[in-house]
Nanobody, 113 residues
Framework: VQLQASGGGLVQAGGSLRLSCTAS????????MGWYRQAPGKQRELVAT???????NYADSVKGRFTISRDNAKITVSLQMTNLKPEDTAVYYC????????WGQGTQVTVSS
């Protein structure tokens, strides 16, 4: 399984961005798709995940601001980010768990104050 992420960029605080990730290959069900992020000097942390059955999990810091969605037929997962804050600045990684973990290449999100 290979993951290709897109989106990200530079935005002012309060702005919005959308990340998308497409998986190539075959995923076994059940599986989990989602996003993690890593800020400079910090550990990688969960942002949001969604199971193939539709259950979601969000980090407390993004609840109410970020929305995860997925298209099982197209094997894509997206992250709509609104009301972005400078502390959201990080490299965002797409993740798939299907028997094992797969990671995308990471995309930079920078939020200026």
């Amino acid at each position: 399984v290979q993951l290709q992420a897109s989106g990200g960029g530079l935005v002012q605080a309060g702005g919005s961005l959308r990340l998308s990730c497409t998986a190539s290959g075959t995923l076994r069900s059940p599986n989990v798709m989602g996003w993690y992020r890593q800020a400079p000097g910090k550990q990688r942390e969960l942002v949001a995940t969604m199971t193939s059955g539709g259950s979601t999990n969000y980090a407390d810091s993004v609840k109410g601001r970020f929305t995860i969605s997925r298209d099982n037929a197209k094997i894509t997962v997206s992250l709509q980010m609104t009301n972005l804050k400078p502390e959201d600045t990080a490299v965002y990684y797409c993740m798939v768990y299907s028997v094992m973990y797969y990671w995308g290449q990471g995309t930079q999100v920078t939020v200026s104050s």
